[in-house]
């Protein structure tokens, strides 16, 4: 069973910055995809970032671009997303999730293993 696991997050002033991490075990497969979601209360979940297993391929969205960037340590079995330059609109709840591929998307529909979340809040 795939599980994913989130840390990080917390209180941050604007221009801040903050690392989530996500620790996944539980792969049967070496081609999956990591995404990177956040939602506020009242929105849809908005995909942010994601990256390919493999690393070859990463996709940030365009709220995020040169702002947002997402790692992995393989040995650790663990993806990051670091986040500079924060701005308040960046408050958010935001998750890890995994789907089966390695193509990267946005869509929150195409995942089907989800981290527990974790709350960034940005100050301004």
């Known amino acids: 069973e795939v599980q994913l696991v989130q840390s990080g997050g917390g209180l941050v002033q604007a221009g801040g910055s903050l690392r989530l991490s996500c620790a996944a075990s539980?792969?049967?497969?070496?081609?999956?995809?990591i995404g990177w979601f956040r939602q506020v209360p009242g929105k849809e979940r908005e995909g942010v970032s994601c990256?390919?297993?493999?690393?070859?391929?990463?996709y940030n969205a365009d709220s995020v671009k040169d702002r947002f960037t997402t790692s992995t340590d393989n040995a650790k079995n663990t993806v990051y997303l670091q986040m500079n330059s924060l701005k308040p609109e960046d408050t958010a709840v935001y998750y890890c999730?995994?789907?089966?591929?390695?193509?990267?998307?946005?869509?929150?529909?195409?995942?089907?293993?989800w981290g527990q979340g974790t709350q960034v809040t940005v100050s301004s």
């Open positions: 990256i390919s297993s493999n690393a070859d391929s990463t």
């Open positions: 539980g792969f049967t497969s070496d081609d999956y995809a």
């Open positions: 999730a995994t789907h089966r591929t390695t193509e990267l998307s946005t869509n929150p529909y195409v995942y089907d293993v």
